[in-house]
């Protein structure tokens, strides 16, 4: 009945309701907009597979919401544009009567930052399996409503975030060697002052280390983020920026980072950054670690820059790397920057 943009947590299989209207609302006035659906025989056995074991396919059902501002119902679907998920700004929902709990609110004014209201989950109420003759009600309950809005249930497929984080590690890759070119090539530009630069180990998003480093391949940054804790966030919040760069991202552009994926794997735990060299060689903090020289031996040929800014550097004509902070924090005070690298495709 309504297209909406796809999520790579949810394959819309089938709708199993007519789509119900939301008419506008007044500050004081509660309204109530319902569906229906019964789930055939075959529907029920997939529900019901999913929860024997999460190795099986899983499927649930969902409830989707949307407004006027994004869809047309006299507008034949062909013309019509991929809608957001948007729910009232002040609504609930109940399943048969009982309240289900539910992130409807998003980032407000940001329409598709809210997901699909699980009617199927292990927390609160959900569709029962057990025959193919009970009527279920979604009833979605709501005031203060300048728009119009509509609402439609699905039987989707849904992917798990370990699912897709294994896609991403068995799909498209950024090479140590690649990356380890791009350092290169950027310090061969005359313009750019090669300095040596921090690199932060910790994810942007959650201050932990990261287990898994991604970023999409038009990202023209070194930095990277932990692929686990962006899909995670995506999930509950739907944004799909990049935490370095604030640029949207791709979910198919998103690639392991196998220059700080081998990084990670040779330091310990303890460590939280690194220094990278302008030939692609680096050294954690206390020297314990890295394939560059020795802090010391290296320190009369190569300056470490303290601030990405550029009155950090000591002036002429050359510029420094330009970038931004990766969020996290670095050892010795210093800031882990954003190195800029050529991407494959210019800007997202």
């Known amino acids: 009945p309504i297209r909406f943009r796809p999520s790579p947590f949810y394959r819309v299989e089938r709708a199993l309701s007519s789509v119900a209207t939301l008419i506008k609302a007044g500050p004081g006035d509660r309204k109530v907009a319902t569906v229906r659906f019964k789930l055939t025989e075959p529907q029920l056995e997939l529900l019901r597979k ?179 804790t962006w899909f995670e966030i995506n999930e509950q919040t739907p944004q799909w920026m990049c935490p370095i760069c604030n640029k949207p991202l791709k979910v198919e552009d998103m690639v392991v980072d196998g220059y700080l994926e081998d990084i990670l794997k040779i330091c310990s735990s303890s460590v939280d950054s690194v220094t990278v060299e302008p030939d692609g060689t680096w050294r954690s903090d206390n020297d314990k670690f890295g394939t560059a020289k020795p802090r010391i031996a290296a320190s009369s040929s190569t300056s470490v820059r303290n601030s990405p800014t550029p009155s950090a550097t000591n002036g002429g004509d050359k510029k420094p790397f330009s970038g931004s902070g990766s969020g996290s924090g670095t050892g010795g005070g210093r800031g882990a920057v954003t190195l800029e690298l050529d991407s494959d495709s210019g800007d997202d």
Request: net charge positive; aromatic share 8%.
């Open 50 to 228: 999913s929860k024997e074991a999460k190795s099986n396919v899983q499927y649930q059902v969902r409830l989707y919401c949307t407004s006027d501002t994004n869809y047309n119902q006299i507008r034949p679907q062909a013309h019509q544009f991929p809608a957001p998920i948007e729910f009232p700004a002040a609504c609930e929902v109940k399943l048969n009567n009982v309240l289900v709990p539910a992130n409807t609110k998003g980032i407000k004014k940001q329409p598709g930052t809210a997901p699909p209201v699980n009617l199927s989950g292990t927390k609160g109420p959900a569709v029962s399996t057990t025959s193919s003759d009970v009527t279920h009600t979604v009833d979605l309950i709501y005031t203060n409503t300048e728009k119009v809005y509509y609402i439609v249930a699905y039987l989707i497929e849904y992917t798990p975030i370990d699912k897709i984080v294994g896609r991403v590690k068995t799909g498209k890759t950024r090479s140590k060697e690649e990356v380890i070119q791009g350092i290169i090539k950027l310090n061969d530009d005359p313009d750019v002052e090669a300095s040596a630069f921090g690199l932060s180990l910790k994810d942007p998003l959650s201050y932990a280390r990261i287990e898994t480093p991604i970023r999409s391949l038009h990202c023209q940054h070194i930095a990277c983020f932990d692929a686990v």
